[in-house]
């Protein structure tokens, strides 16, 4: 035993470990795969030895060998033996090297099983991490199954390293095992609050990708969802639930209501520009689904507008980006308030960037209006003269033409403009996109039939420039104009002056270079250009005219007949041989104009773009039947040979393409011979303009005569080519216009007397010059409809879809995960698998009484939820935030181990689900607040102990007796509860909504009077022109922030602009301002205020200190614009900020609050008494809890504990009393003096004050 240990440790000290290796595959760059193959022998003999070391370092060695591309699936075997070693460093190098080689077709993975299973209930966690990180990289729906229930076992562990790793495993584990997901998703659902910050992360981040995909399923977590966002400090975490909440809310649009608020504090607070964009896109999604439900957000948008505008103004591209992707998203939904930011987009466009040039053109796409297309598109096309490289070139000729066209011309006046556009696009040198330009040119002609005059004179001088357009014959490229412009004069000839001219230029010899399909359309619509010659000539009675156009068209055509295009070489033959039977019959005598004429009338109309997938199938017609018998299976391999005659490389080369040969070549001496020739020539020839002798004898005379610089002329202008219109008169025509308009609406507002509205005329008052025609061509039988018939469903292999599944029905037997049991035997026999009639007697007494018990549960939660709703028409409908969150939230019921739940049925799942949907309903109404009221403690949620679970093992009888017991007991706890209420009657005030026996028939004359009118809202400052009110919000998780809400009142009849506020800020509190700015510069309020209308902006100030109340002095600036001009005016006002705004209303447990009060932690006292305005106690409570953020922990008679924590974490604890003189006394504790003083005081402030 002792030389084997010995000689295993001998072998270990020769073998080469992991750095041996990697050294030595740098060493062997020459021969690498001789070496790897060397070291693989070497391997496998180490995975012979009995001595696990020697087995995990070879692994350890593989594992990099695959990495480098080499496959070990040969060693799976070897790997497992690693992974089942007992030593912790052996075991994770083996389930390193089975998390990178394992994959669902290994075929040891069944070996594994019970070996993973073990590692998941070792005492080291550690070992258990191992397995379950390995795990997640090599789970198939076997080890899924078969491993679930340890899994969940494991999210009740104690140790948080454990918990994570296991709720982190279970999303791989339902994509594999998608029926694992309902039973799990309680437990997964309890992690959520779980007291570690990374077991409840991990659990966010699992439903949150659930969630993803199926977000319906997912609705009922958001109160809870909602809980963590307004509570959490983690970014990432919020992030994540952000997501959800804006996948969640196009589903429930009551939702977005609740984010509005959060969202936006969140959007004043935050500093991480991460958490920024997702608020930003979160928000943007609330905004379009509750935007038919609420009429005006424009504070908000405004608000994301703004911050998106720093992002974009930032010098990081990444956030620039982001910027105007976001950007993007608001354009689609309110456009003018991006339009406002039309100068930074366009700057945007001369970024560095390109991906920013093109995200900046798409913004553009969507801020074009009647008014300001003109002005954007010649911008456009300045910047596409300077750009650089073809691609971004050509992005931005492809941007013009789809800012134009998009919704069917929508923003266009002035075809000929457009026209112009396109003529001017042309110039564009290199372009791929000829075929769109062309495209556009047909279009515009075929449905603007105003503009065919002016679009035909234009067409025809491109054809007498197309020696131009012809040299650039690649495919794509500008010479596919020339298939419009001869495709429209020879349709629209009627509009041409001279028809002549364009077939002369259209049977120029230089047409035979351009590509086949445009030379097949010149043959075709010359001889349409004939037949308008023709008409011309005979109506006039010009022979000479009809003579020497019939024979240039002989003498032309003949070029097209031996085109090597097929399509060119037929229609030129036909074309040919349909003149020679004209001109033989005009020989004759004949006229033959309206012959000719009649084979080209009629209207051409576009084609619809779903034309072709609208023809109806035809009666009978089966479309996947064979048409000819199909062929056997064995006929492919019998017939041998290539299918296609072997071709040459350049045979099919494309006619108009260029064959590049190497020319000839002269030496350097034949150059310098030709150099002196020509210098000879140039002296000799009189006409040669010489240089004088004073700049010839410096410069002339050693310039390389080979070389003769080209200097380059800068063009400020582009060239013009005769015949063409420019578009900057068409701007200048529609500013005129908009000029005109403006001084006759001016006239037409004095002369009626009009006030208050703006200059700027509406898209609806620019006229359209030109309508568009909207008649297209359908095939017959067809259905016009914008349904495309595309299927948009997921893909076959989406693991999401098997994962769509409603979690709120209740579990069924069969859905139960399956766990592992030994075999039962009593007295050594096995139980009896068939049940006698006596028991199946008991069973059906049993389930009968289940079932009445299901049906009185029903009932109760009927009434419990008619008297909600009664009380809430009675409050108004409108919610009141001094409710505790613990009576806010859905009752909670005590959650139930996976296994133990009874058999669901279809009554059980039906009422399951009402439920849910009731809680969420509940969660989302206004109602879930009632009005604030004393709390005592027997108004309780129903207990969770009255759902009784019976195992299946358990006898009927004790069941019966068990349940009637349970009965017994209820019924004499509410008699009691009865007769104690009865004592209390006076004293004691319920709570609306909550319906309890003691209260059910208590008159209205009993009843305290209602509650005074209470607003959070107080003034800040006012004059005749404005009006500013304020409220304060604070969130636990920004303990140094506190956020003002002003209200801006508008009291005139006039327009009031340019609102900047500023604070002088003190050495405790300051006002957050833009990003870079100093202290003394001011924040612009993000709107315009109309006339007798407000609007609410939202300011952020950051706090060291809260112990002391705040005062900022502040000063508001603005201009009131009137007719008679702009008044330029400004308003003090003085912001307070008392340490109670600080103050968060907390729930608080009364074990907890006396706890607190007896760990001595709350070391400073204050106690103070006064006389209140309201002597009814309840009302006291009310305000105290309204104000200053209290919750009402416990309350007797006319004494109340109450419990509140500052944003810096303080807890505060008041007693307080009713006196005999209806005086009040209110004792104080917390763990800061000054803290507790000041808070006394705005409780009494708020208390006697009228």
């Known amino acids: 035993m002792a030389l084997r240990k010995v000689k295993g440790t001998l072998e270990r000290a020769m073998d080469k470990n992991m750095q041996d290796l990697v050294r030595g595959i740098r060493n062997h760059k020459d021969n690498e795969a001789k070496y790897i193959s060397e070291c693989l022998d070497e391997i496998k003999q180490e995975l012979r030895q009995e001595n696990v070391a020697g087995k995990a370092n070879a692994v350890s060695k593989l594992t990099y060998l695959q990495m480098l591309g080499y496959d070990v699936s040969w060693a799976a075997f070897n790997i497992i033996e690693v992974m089942s070693s007992t030593k912790f460093t052996y075991k994770r190098i083996g389930y390193l090297s089975a998390a990178q080689s ?21 005492q080291n966690m550690y070992d258990a991490g191992a397995a379950l990180s390995g795990l997640a990289c090599f789970i198939t729906p076997d080890l899924a199954r078969d491993l679930a229930n340890d899994i969940m076992t494991l999210l009740s562990s104690t140790k948080p390293y454990l918990r994570k790793k296991a709720v982190l495993i279970l999303y791989k584990v339902f994509l594999k095992f998608p029926e694992a997901l309902r039973p799990a998703f309680p437990r997964l659902k309890d992690k959520l609050e779980d007291p570690d910050t990374g077991v409840q992360s991990a659990a966010v981040n699992v439903i949150c990708e659930l969630a993803r995909k199926n977000p319906k399923n997912y609705l009922s977590l958001a109160p809870i969802f909602f809980k963590l966002m307004t509570s959490s400090t983690n970014n990432w975490m919020l992030i994540k639930i952000i997501k959800l909440f804006g996948a969640l809310t196009p589903l429930e649009p009551r939702l977005g209501k609740k984010l509005i608020e959060p969202l936006t504090n969140l959007i004043h607070s935050t500093s991480a520009m991460s958490l920024l964009y997702e608020c930003i896109n979160t928000v943007i999604a609330v905004l ?34 982001l910027g105007l992707l976001a950007m993007s998203r608001i354009l689609k939904t309110h456009p003018k308030s991006v339009q406002a930011h039309k100068d930074l987009i366009l700057q945007c466009l001369d970024d560095k960037d390109e991906s920013i040039r093109l995200r900046a053109l798409d913004l553009l796409y969507g801020m074009v209006s009647k008014k300001n297309l003109m002005e954007i598109v010649k911008k456009l096309m300045i910047h596409m003269d300077r750009a650089e490289g073809s ?16 919704s069917n011309y929508q923003y266009i006046t002035n075809f000929e403009w457009y026209i112009s556009i396109l003529v001017e696009l042309t110039r564009t040198e290199g372009t791929h996109h000829g075929r769109l330009i062309a495209s556009q040119m047909l279009d515009v002609a075929i449905r603007v039939q105003a503009i065919r005059h002016f679009a035909v004179a234009q067409m025809a001088t491109l054809l007498d420039n197309a020696h131009i357009l012809a040299n650039n014959s690649q495919r794509n490229g500008i010479c596919e104009v020339l298939y419009a412009a001869s495709w429209i004069c020879g349709e629209f000839s009627e509009h041409l002056k001279d028809p002549k001219s364009a077939l002369e230029a259209m049977l120029k010899p230089k047409v035979t270079n351009l ?7 010149f043959v075709q619509n010359i ?48 074309v040919l041989q349909l003149m020679k039977y004209v001109i033989k019959l005009q020989d004759k005598g004949m006229k033959m104009s309206d012959d000719v004429s009649a084979l080209f009338t009629g209207e051409l109309n576009p084609v619809a773009s779903k034309a072709q997938r609208k023809v109806p199938v035809p009666e009978g017609l089966d479309l996947d039947e064979w048409i000819n018998p199909p062929p056997s299976d064995s006929s492919d391999e019998d017939i041998g040979g290539p299918m296609f005659l072997p071709t040459m490389e350049n045979e099919h080369r494309l006619t108009y393409q260029s064959e590049t040969k190497k020319g000839y070549e002269p030496t350097e001496k034949e150059l310098n011979e030709q150099r002196e020739q020509r210098k000879v020539d140039q002296m000799n020839n009189p006409h040669y303009l010489k240089a004088e002798q004073k700049a010839r004898k410096g410069s002339y005379n050693d310039v390389d005569g080979g070389y003769i610089p080209v200097s380059s002329i800068d063009l400020s202008v582009p060239l013009h080519v005769p015949g063409f219109r420019t578009s900057d008169k068409y701007i200048q025509l529609a500013k005129e216009q908009q000029n005109s308009g403006r001084k006759s609406k001016k006239k037409r507002k004095h002369r009626k007397g009009r006030k208050g509205r703006g200059d700027s005329a509406s898209d609806d008052d620019i006229p359209v010059i030109h309508a568009v025609s909207s008649a297209i061509e359908m095939p017959e039988g067809a259905n016009v409809s914008d349904d495309g018939g595309e299927d948009n469903t997921r893909p076959a292999d989406d693991p999401h879809r098997l994962l769509d599944i409603n979690l709120d029905e209740p579990l069924k037997p069969d859905e139960r995960l399956p766990v592992r049991t030994h075999r039962v035997v009593i007295d050594g026999l096995k139980i009896e698998e068939s049940p006698t009639p006596a028991a199946e007697e008991k069973h059906k007494k049993k389930h009968r009484k289940e079932k009445e018990r299901r049906k009185e549960k029903k009932e109760k939660k009927k009434e419990r939820k008619e008297k909600r709703e009664h009380a809430v028409n009675d409050a108004g409908g409108e919610p009141n935030l001094l409710v505790s969150p613990e009576e806010e939230s859905p009752e909670k019921v005590t959650p139930v181990t996976i296994n133990s739940l009874p058999n669901g049925s279809p009554e059980q799942g039906q009422a399951a689900v009402e439920d849910k949907t009731d809680e969420l309903d509940f969660w989302l109404s206004g109602s879930d607040a009632a009005s604030p009221v004393k709390l005592a403690p027997e108004v309780t949620a129903t207990p969770a102990k009255e759902v009784v679970l019976t195992s299946e093992e358990e006898s009927p009888k004790v069941t019966e007796e068990k349940h009637s017991k ?49 607003s959070s809202y107080q003034l800040l400052a006012e004059n005749p022109a404005i009006k500013m009110v304020y409220e304060t919000r604070v969130t636990p998780q920004q303990g140094h922030n506190i956020v003002a809400s002003i209200v801006f009142s508008n009291l005139t009849s006039s327009h009031v602009k340019d609102l900047e506020f500023n604070v002088l800020d003190s050495l405790n509190t300051k006002l957050v301002r833009g990003i870079g700015a100093s202290q003394h510069d001011v924040v612009k309020v993000p709107f315009v205020l109309l006339p007798n209308a407000q609007n609410e902006g939202q300011f952020a100030f950051t706090v060291e200190s809260i112990s002391m109340p705040q005062k900022l002095k502040g000063t508001l600036t603005y201009i009131v614009k009137t007719e008679d001009g702009s008044t330029h005016d400004k308003l003090d006002f003085r912001i307070h900020l008392p340490c109670s705004s600080f103050i968060v209303a907390v729930p608080c447990k009364g074990s907890d609050f006396a706890e607190l009060l007896s760990s001595g932690e709350l070391d400073e006292k204050f106690s103070t008494n006064f006389s209140p305005t309201d002597s009814e106690f309840s009302h006291i409570l009310a305000k105290i809890c309204f104000y200053t953020h209290f919750t009402v922990v416990e309350q007797v008679d006319n004494t109340a504990s109450l419990y509140a924590k500052s944003v810096q974490g303080h807890h505060v604890c008041l007693l307080v009393k009713q006196l005999a003189n209806s005086g009040i006394s209110i004792d104080g504790k917390s763990t800061d003096s000054s803290l507790i003083t000041n808070i006394l005081d705005d409780v009494k402030a708020c208390l006697t004050t009228a």
């Open 515 to 521: 590509p086949g399909h445009i030379q097949s359309i």
């Open 391 to 406: 691609h971004y070139r050509d992005e931005l000729l492809a941007k013009i033409i789809e800012i134009c066209c998009q």
């Open 102 to 122: 394992f994959h669902d077709e290994t075929d040891v993975l069944m070996l594994t099983t019970n070996m993973i299973r073990k590692d998941l209930s070792a």
């Open 966 to 1014: 349970k009965k017994k007991e209820k019924k004499t706890k509410k008699e009691k509860k009865k007769s104690r209420d009865k004592k209390r009657k006076s004293e004691y005030e319920e709570a609306e909504g909550i319906a309890t026996p003691s209260k059910e028939h208590v008159s209205d004359t009993e009843l305290p009077p209602p509650l005074p009118p209470m």
């Open 527 to 574: 001889i349409k250009l004939y037949s308008a010659v023709l008409v011309k000539a005979e109506v006039e009675e010009d022979t000479e005219v009809l003579t020497e156009t019939g024979q240039l068209l002989l003498d032309k055509l003949p070029m097209f007949v031996q085109s090597a295009d097929l399509e060119v070489q037929e229609r030129a033959c036909c």
């Open 288 to 321: 379009v689904s509750i935007s038919s439900g609420v009429p005006s957000h424009s504070a908000s948008i405004q608000l994301c507008v703004q911050k998106l505008r720093i992002l974009i103004e930032d010098s990081d591209q990444n956030l620039k980006y």
